[in-house]
């Protein structure tokens, strides 16, 4: 693909999301998924191996019926209220149809089950965006009517997303398809809690994207694609295994990294709101999702030692550069915790 038709489909990705996260009208909210679903189709398939074009696939067949559910809940609503406004969703089946088709744009269970599969058959820099970039249109669309959607719905969703995304990952050798599940998993922190309090759910969006940013460029970098990978990551990049191995336990939630604080700020809001059970549910739920964080960290760090002579992989290639553009993204993945109290809603 040539560097023009590049730069067009990211121009059209990043203005279909800000059509979509500026506009308070129905139509041009769904004009702005459209288009950004567009855009990313051939940057998914752009390798024209067989994986990519099914990824591909699968993802238009998703995102088009998720759309296309998004179009009838806002005519339903139309009827009933005369008007196109996002603000003003109060029919009740139109607010369970929005609910359950951005929890299938979002990938929530139980409609999770194209995202394991689209990561897999994408890159890593196409994967990136998929977990990052393309959560932003729905998440704020989902911030807007969050006073207005279906809470039931939501809870249930958020909590089995929470359940489904820690149990996925466990079996998983494939690092997209685990990062797949990861995010399958926060994306339930944050539709659980957005019903109690936005701006918590925003937080946990803006923590877990600049986790997931550091962590997948440090993929990236030392080209490591399975859990098997991991273990010759620090014969080839002394200096990016440590930074890779706390971003992974940072994006788990181990305190006292990053990655603890919306965990921690949502449990405390649930526990405020007299929902032990809930709060009870997601704690225990994340600790599937640290067990498969710590092994791939146990998988890093089980090669740091002083004296790799019985590593029988290949010693070090090239200069150890790929840790520097991580300078910018990393501090706030790992060392964020102490402006917990500011975080405060």
Same mark, same amino acid.
């Not at 129905?26 to 702005?32: P, R, Y």
């Not at 359940?163 to 994306?187: C, D, E, M, P």
């Not at 599937?288 to 070090?316: A, C, E, G, N, Q």
């Given at each position: 693909?040539?560097?023009?038709?590049?730069?067009?489909?990211?121009?059209?990705?990043?203005?279909?999301?800000?059509?979509?996260?500026?506009?308070?009208?129905?139509?041009?909210? =769904?004009?702005?998924?459209?288009?950004?679903?567009?855009?990313?189709?051939?940057?998914?398939?752009?390798?024209?191996?067989?994986?990519?074009?099914?990824?591909?696939?699968?993802?238009?067949?998703?995102?088009?019926?998720?759309?296309?559910?998004?179009?009838?809940?806002?005519?339903?609503?139309?009827?009933?209220?005369?008007?196109?406004?996002?603000?003003?969703?109060?029919?009740?089946?139109?607010?369970?149809?929005?609910?359950?088709?951005?929890?299938?744009?979002?990938?929530?269970?139980?409609?999770?089950?194209?995202?394991?599969?689209?990561?897999?058959?994408?890159?890593?820099?196409?994967?990136?965006?998929?977990?990052?970039?393309?959560?932003?249109?729905?998440?704020?669309?989902?911030?807007?009517?969050?006073?207005?959607?279906?809470?039931?719905?939501?809870?249930?969703?958020?909590?089995? %997303?929470?359940?489904?995304?820690?149990?996925?990952?466990?079996?998983?050798?494939?690092?997209?398809?685990?990062?797949?599940?990861?995010?399958?998993?926060?994306?339930?922190?944050?539709?659980?809690?957005?019903?109690? %309090?936005?701006?918590?759910?925003?937080?946990?969006?803006?923590?877990?994207?600049?986790?997931?940013?550091?962590?997948?460029?440090?993929?990236?970098?030392?080209?490591?694609?399975?859990?098997?990978?991991?273990?010759?990551? =620090?014969?080839?990049?002394?200096?990016?295994?440590?930074?890779?191995?706390?971003?992974?336990?940072?994006?788990?939630?181990?305190?006292?990294?990053?990655?603890?604080?919306?965990?921690?700020?949502?449990?405390?809001?649930?526990?405020?709101?007299?929902?032990?059970?809930?709060?009870?549910?997601?704690?225990? %739920?994340?600790?599937?999702?640290?067990?498969?964080?710590?092994?791939?960290?146990?998988?890093?760090?089980?090669?740091?030692?002083?004296?790799?002579?019985?590593?029988?992989?290949?010693?070090?290639?090239?200069?150890?550069?790929?840790?520097?553009?991580?300078?910018?993204?990393?501090?706030?993945?790992?060392?964020?915790?102490?402006?917990?109290?500011?975080?405060?809603?």
């Amino acid at each position: 693909m040539s560097p023009m038709i590049t730069s067009i489909l990211i121009l059209n990705l990043a203005t279909g999301t800000i059509i979509t996260m500026a506009s308070f009208h129905w139509l041009l909210a =769904w004009m702005g998924l459209e288009l950004n679903t567009l855009a990313i189709l051939p940057i998914i398939s752009k390798s024209h191996h067989p994986r990519a074009t099914e990824a591909s696939t699968k993802y238009f067949l998703t995102q088009a019926a998720a759309s296309a559910l998004i179009l009838f809940s806002s005519v339903m609503n139309a009827q009933t209220t005369g008007q196109w406004s996002i603000l003003q969703l109060e029919d009740p089946l139109a607010q369970t149809l929005l609910t359950m088709a951005l929890a299938m744009k979002l990938g929530l269970a139980p409609a999770h089950f194209w995202l394991p599969e689209v990561l897999q058959g994408s890159s890593f820099k196409t994967g990136l965006i998929i977990i990052t970039w393309q959560k932003l249109a729905p998440m704020t669309l989902l911030l807007l009517t969050w006073n207005q959607a279906s809470m039931l719905t939501l809870t249930m969703m958020g909590s089995l %997303s929470v359940i489904v995304g820690g149990l996925g990952g466990l079996n998983q050798t494939q690092l997209r398809k685990i990062i797949a599940f990861s995010s399958i998993a926060h994306l339930g922190w944050m539709a659980t809690i957005i019903t109690k %309090s936005n701006k918590l759910a925003l937080l946990n969006l803006t923590m877990y994207i600049l986790i997931s940013m550091p962590m997948m460029l440090s993929l990236i970098f030392s080209s490591t694609k399975t859990t098997q990978d991991l273990t010759t990551t =620090w014969t080839t990049s002394p200096m990016l295994a440590p930074l890779t191995m706390m971003t992974l336990l940072s994006l788990g939630g181990l305190p006292p990294l990053s990655g603890f604080m919306p965990k921690w700020l949502t449990l405390e809001e649930l526990l405020t709101q007299n929902m032990a059970l809930l709060a009870t549910v997601l704690a225990m %739920s994340t600790l599937l999702s640290l067990f498969f964080y710590l092994r791939l960290s146990y998988s890093l760090s089980v090669t740091m030692s002083p004296s790799p002579t019985k590593i029988s992989s290949k010693w070090r290639l090239k200069p150890d550069t790929s840790a520097l553009p991580l300078s910018i993204t990393l501090p706030p993945s790992i060392l964020a915790l102490p402006l917990t109290p500011l975080m405060k809603p």
